[in-house]
């Protein structure tokens, strides 16, 4: 099972730049992804990268502003978030999955086919 550790939250203002990092320890050969939970709402899918870092999917709304990449050399996964939002806030949490290395292994599992990281909340502020 995957240990993760995200990095790379904090403060910043809309339209400009963030990269969130996830360190992986364990056996990571899997599909990789990012979710995040905004204040008040359920946990959603933002963003999935397989397991060779060679297809990726994101959800509508962040489409075109993040890019999600992964070294599997050095056992990390980022996201780039270009041009934030006001509605990015939100605690990003990465996820790994234990049974594929399909991005759908992300997209569509659930939860209890995925390990956890503890989270990195993201503010964008105006």
């Known amino acids: 099972q995957a240990q993760l550790v995200e990095s790379g939250g904090g403060l910043v203002q809309a339209g400009r730049s963030l990269r969130l990092s996830c360190a992986a320890s364990g056996f990571t050969n899997y599909a990789m992804g990012w979710f995040r939970q905004a204040p008040g709402k359920d946990r959603e899918f933002v963003a999935a990268?397989?397991?060779?870092?060679?297809?990726?999917y994101y959800t509508d709304s962040v489409q075109g502003r993040f890019i999600i990449s992964r070294d599997n050399a050095k056992r990390m996964m980022y996201l780039s978030m270009n041009n934030l939002k006001l509605e990015d806030t939100a605690v990003y949490y990465c996820?790994?999955?234990?049974?594929?290395?399909?991005?759908?292994?992300?997209?569509?599992?659930?939860?209890?086919?995925?390990?956890w990281g503890q989270g990195t909340l993201v503010t964008v502020s105006s």
């Open positions: 996820a790994a999955s234990r049974t594929g290395g399909s991005t759908g292994a992300i997209v569509q599992a659930p939860p209890e086919n995925l390990s």
């Open positions: 990268i397989n397991w060779s870092g060679h297809a990726t």
